[in-house]
């Protein structure tokens, strides 16, 4: 049990439609990473967020947005969704960017299915 | 060049043995290395992480880092079926980046009785 808890779990959209998914974040983390997880793939770094704020973005188009509450829960926007949008999206929270060297631990994940 | 790269799988072993899981990196600077195991269908679970050179030893688990090589690995001492999952390697550069890690792709590990 990790903490981070993440919903939905599961979600199917249709192509073009418009996605949210949802993070909160474990007690005394401020920091919240989202990551992409293509099926047979390795996870791959979409964005972070500190004390709501964007803080370091990996290649990943504009039409992926997020959002992070004075609670620190957090929220990933995909707009115009496409077939390759289906994967699993991770979450992970942490203590801060003071703490440089504290693993990542991730919620269980949103499996989003684009049709 | 990938920026980490597992060594391909999938690699099965029998009950007992040790299985032997590599990963190399290509940044530097990085600071931070992890491994993560993945069963199906599910979100990583963090298994190792080391920061120093040299060896970490957690239980079955040993994970090794030579910056020197920009290599890390995973040794798994008496493996169990129940370890038969994906392994993931991971790095990360610290600092501002510090929620930033790159993931490899994976190697399959299946741990036959």
């Known amino acids: 049990e990790t903490g981070v808890t993440q919903s939905p779990t599961h979600l199917i959209k249709t192509r073009g439609q418009q996605v949210t998914l949802r993070c909160s974040s474990q007690?005394?983390?401020?920091?919240v990473s989202w990551y992409q997880q293509a099926l047979g793939q390795g996870p791959q770094f979409i964005f972070q967020?500190?004390?709501?704020?964007?803080?370091g973005r990996g290649n990943f188009p504009p039409r992926f947005s997020g959002l992070q509450f004075p609670n620190y829960s957090s929220e990933l926007n995909v707009n115009a969704l496409e077939l390759d949008d289906s994967a699993l999206y991770l979450c992970?929270?942490?203590?801060?960017?003071?703490?440089?060297?504290?693993?990542?631990?991730f919620g269980n994940g949103t499996r989003l299915t684009v049709t | 060049q990938k920026e980490v790269e597992q060594n391909s799988g999938p690699l099965s072993v029998p009950e007992g043995a040790i299985a032997s899981l590599n990963c190399t990196y290509s940044d530097r600077v990085s600071q931070s290395f992890f491994w993560y195991r993945q069963y199906s269908g599910k979100s990583p679970e963090l298994i190792m992480s080391?920061?120093?050179?040299g060896d970490k030893e957690d239980g079955r688990f040993t994970a090794q880092l030579n910056k020197a090589s920009q290599y890390v690995s995973l040794l798994i001492r008496d493996s169990q079926p129940s370890d038969s999952a994906t392994y993931l390697c991971a790095v990360g550069t610290g600092g501002t980046s510090y929620g930033k890690l790159t993931f490899g792709q994976g190697t399959i590990l299946t741990v036959h009785p």
């Open positions: 992970a929270s942490s203590p801060g960017v003071g703490a440089a060297n504290s693993p990542l631990h």
């Open positions: 080391i920061y120093s050179n």
């Open positions: 007690s005394g983390h401020n920091t």
């Open positions: 967020y500190y004390r709501e704020e964007e803080n």
